[in-house]
């Protein structure tokens, strides 16, 4: 049972981590039926991840392993599994005897993943052109998603099927080690923010507009086009990260 310090328990799980982390903090979160059976380590890294990602474990902040351990009802040495996991993920920097320093997001790292996301996007682009056709489906059902959720007002759900739009072009690619490497980029980059999205809906307009845009080009027949329309959409990405800091 999750408890002793709930002023650090993640308000919400409803965010984009991309897979099985998100429900494994909410079982965590809530107690629910089952959480003994999902392993201890498993169960810290899922819950720090989600606080980190949402931001109730602030950059600047040291986790000790007593106050882990504490907060989802485990022993140490999951905590230090967890912990070693997130420190490989960047998230944490461990410190022994210390605890885990929460890295806080600097100028710098927002170019590194921007950059690292355009290599791995631009590559993936190329690479699934042959299969592009059974690509088309899936990314149109993705738009179509994030239209209802725009017109919902749900910007949340709107920047999951956002992500998961990038995530079915990264994973066509067929390589595993790449697929994974962007899934902990994206992570990284919900620590970020998402700048101005909440508050200025016209920008989920701008969105899906891009994203279909993308989906023409492959019915097309340049390469380079959809290459292209790639790459400019995650450099906007990055202008609007930029502009915030």
């Known amino acids: 049972m999750v408890s002793g310090v709930p002023e650090h328990r993640p308000?919400?799980?409803?965010?984009?981590?991309?897979?099985?982390?998100?429900?494994?903090?909410?079982?965590?979160?809530?107690?629910?039926?089952?959480?003994?059976?999902?392993?201890?380590?498993?169960?810290?890294?899922?819950?720090?991840?989600?606080?980190?990602?949402?931001?109730?474990?602030?950059?600047?902040?040291?986790?000790t392993e007593g106050e882990l351990a504490t907060a989802v009802g485990v022993s140490r040495t999951p905590v230090r599994e967890a912990l070693l996991r997130?420190?490989?993920?960047?998230?944490?920097?461990?410190?022994?005897?210390?605890?885990?320093?929460?890295?806080?997001?600097?100028?710098?790292?927002?170019?590194?993943?921007?950059?690292?996301?355009?290599?791995?996007?631009?590559?993936?682009?190329?690479?699934?052109?042959?299969?592009?056709?059974?690509?088309?489906?899936?990314?149109?059902?993705?738009?179509?998603?994030?239209?209802?959720?725009?017109?919902?007002g749900d910007a949340k759900t709107f920047l999951e099927a956002d992500r998961a739009f990038h995530e079915a072009i990264v994973g066509a690619a067929g390589n595993e080690i790449l697929a994974k490497l962007y899934n902990s980029l994206r992570d990284r980059q919900v620590r970020m923010g998402v700048p101005g999205i909440e508050v200025q809906p016209a920008r989920m307009d701008k969105s899906i507009a891009a994203h279909q845009e993308m989906i023409d080009a492959l019915g097309g027949n340049s390469v380079k086009r959809f290459r292209e329309l790639v790459v400019t959409h995650i450099n906007e990405a990055a202008t609007d990260l930029r502009s915030t800091r």
Do not use: F, N
């Not at 089952?34 to 392993?39: F, N, S």
């Not at 927002?110 to 088309?136: G, M, S, T």
């Open 86 to 152: 997130l420190e490989e993920s960047g998230l944490v920097k461990l410190y022994p005897k210390k605890g885990a320093l929460v890295l806080p997001v600097l100028p710098q790292e927002i170019d590194d993943v921007l950059e690292a996301r355009e290599l791995i996007e631009a590559h993936a682009a190329a690479k699934v052109w042959p299969r592009r056709k059974q690509l088309v489906e899936t990314l149109t059902q993705r738009v179509e998603e994030m239209r209802a959720h725009r017109q919902a």
């Open 11 to 63: 308000a919400s799980v409803d965010i984009q981590l991309g897979d099985a982390t998100a429900e494994i903090a909410r079982v965590v979160v809530e107690a629910a039926p089952g959480v003994e059976k999902i392993p201890a380590a498993e169960r810290v890294y899922a819950y720090v991840k989600a606080a980190i990602l949402e931001r109730t474990y602030p950059g600047g902040e040291l986790l």
